[in-house]
């Protein structure tokens, strides 16, 4: 079983940065990812990693901003957040999976989750 624990989120001002991190545990991904959730909307990719390569994908409204990293002896994934919008705020969760490449954007495809953390951007 693969468990996915992430920390990080918190309240920023805009234009200010945050990192988020996600502990993983059990058995070695494939590929990790992170996604956001705001009220009222439906779950979006942000950016995905390979664990294994490092190749990094992400979302157009995370490009420039936004940097997905991991660390293999660590077991963690990071999704450090700069330059922060008020339209970036949501819960985000880390996803992972055993067997789906890390430019997969649905969120259907991954099978562990994390159970999210709040970002608050204002402005």
């Known amino acids: 079983q693969v468990q996915l624990v992430e920390s990080g989120g918190g309240l920023v001002q805009a234009g200010g940065s945050l990192r988020l991190a996600c502990a993983v545990s059990g058995r070695t991904l494939k590929s990790a990812g992170w996604f956001r959730q705001a009220p009222g909307k439906e779950r979006e990719f942000v950016a995905g990693?390979?664990?294994?390569?490092?190749?990094?994908y992400y979302a157009d409204s995370a490009k420039g901003r936004f940097t997905i990293s991991r660390d293999n002896a660590k077991n963690t994934v990071y999704l450090q957040m700069n330059s922060l919008k008020p339209e970036d705020t949501a819960v985000y969760y880390c996803?992972?999976?055993?067997?789906?490449?890390?430019?997969?954007?649905?969120?259907?495809?991954?099978?562990?989750w994390g159970q999210g953390t709040q970002v608050t951007v204002s402005s």
């Open positions: 996803a992972g999976d055993l067997w789906c490449e890390a430019w997969d954007t649905r969120p259907a495809n991954y099978d562990y």
């Open positions: 990693i390979s664990w294994s390569g490092g190749s990094t």
